[in-house]
């Protein structure tokens, strides 16, 4: 297993579209496990592919308590979503430590094959459907500061810019 960068904003290869996983095979386990270690290493709550600069339709998402119930995504469909939306604070482990209001639905329905490629439904409500919804945002190219405002926006990526610099000049 390895630790794999994560992509930060605004890095344009967040925008990137992913494509089918076209084998649950060998490469794919093993990226499973090195997206799991990855976002347990960054205390994170879900991980897409695209967000380490794979882009294949695979998220990893744990929303336990104990840290210790990885659940695996892999090519994952939202089928059906409620009517009632709700806006909670949301965070992101590609725009560390900016948080802000987005509104979701409060329940979701998701069709995926987990990491042994079967086919799967999972209902989720709460912080599991909002993390679905944000996690697979990221396999279209979207990352959850286009829901905000244009200047909200652009203060942040201003706000990343900058950190990005300082931490390259060490």
Wanted: proline share 5%; aromatic share 4%; net charge negative.
């Amino acid at each position: 297993m390895a630790l794999l960068p994560i992509l930060r904003y605004p890095d344009p290869r967040l925008h990137k579209v992913a494509k089918p996983v076209q084998a649950v095979d060998a490469r794919i386990t093993a990226l499973i496990a090195d997206m799991l270690e990855t976002m347990y290493d960054a205390s994170g709550i879900g991980l897409a592919a695209t967000q380490v600069d794979v882009h294949e339709r695979l998220v990893v998402i744990d929303v336990s308590e104990g840290r210790n119930e990885p659940q695996v995504f892999i090519n994952p469909e939202i089928v059906w979503a409620s009517d009632e939306k709700a806006v909670g604070d949301e965070g992101c482990l590609s725009v560390p430590g900016i948080y802000d209001g987005v509104e979701r639905s409060t329940a979701v329905r998701v069709q995926a094959l987990d990491g042994e490629g079967r086919l799967r439904t999972v209902e989720a409500e709460g912080l599991l459907a909002i993390c679905l919804q944000h996690e697979l945002d990221h396999l279209k190219g979207k990352v959850f500061v286009e829901y905000l405002s244009p200047l909200k926006r652009n203060r942040i990526k201003t706000k990343l810019v900058k950190q990005q610099k300082e931490e390259a000049r060490g």
